[in-house]
């Protein structure tokens, strides 16, 4: 599970992507893997993550081929902060339930989340949606990003 975590340690917020690498869903042209999300803030947890009661078409899914939208964001994000000049960050999957986005800070990190359920529980995409946000700092976006090239390695991603 890769875990970003704020730079707050006394209300403690994160994201968690957690790749359920056991249901990669191989089709002819594309092969998947499900994920869920965990945001946690003050005490208090979301978790984003497909249900039997739900309708819509879509799942919570990144590509793995033809475009490797782990790999994706990962180099994204290492670019992002090897380059100074950037401001921000922004990740959307092919199958949009949710936007990760690293924007510079005086002292680290913001970090913004929002999650979008639509075409997981809906015949359709929305913009609606939850979101959370903090702060963070460079230690913190860099061991996220161990956490999440180990379980890329541990698929063979």
Same mark, same amino acid.
């Given at each position: ?13 994160? *994201? ?36 039997? =009661? /739900? =309708?819509?078409?879509? /799942? ?37 339930? *949710? ?19 639509? #075409?997981?529980?809906? /015949?359709?995409y929305?913009? /609606?949606?939850l979101?959370?946000? *903090? ?8 061991? *996220?990003? #161990?956490?999440? #090239? ?8």
């Amino acid at each position: 599970m890769a875990q970003l975590l704020s730079e707050d340690e006394q209300i403690v917020s994160s *994201f968690n992507l957690i790749l359920l690498k056991d249901k990669i869903q191989n089709k002819v042209s594309i092969s998947w893997i499900q994920y869920k999300l965990k945001l946690k803030s003050a005490g208090k947890e979301l978790v984003y993550e497909k249900k039997e =009661t /739900d =309708t819509g078409a879509g /799942d919570y899914v990144l590509a793995l081929k033809p475009v490797n939208e782990i790999k994706n964001l990962v180099e994204g994000i290492k670019g992002f902060l090897e380059n100074k000049n950037a401001n921000m960050f922004s990740f959307e999957a092919i199958e949009p339930s *949710f936007e990760f986005i690293l924007e510079r800070s005086h002292k680290g990190y913001s970090f913004i989340c929002w999650l979008d359920a639509g #075409n997981v529980i809906s /015949d359709h995409y929305s913009w /609606d949606g939850l979101g959370v946000r *903090f702060f963070t700092t460079g230690e913190k976006v860099n061991n *996220f990003l #161990n956490e999440l #090239n180990k379980e890329c390695l541990d698929v063979k991603i």
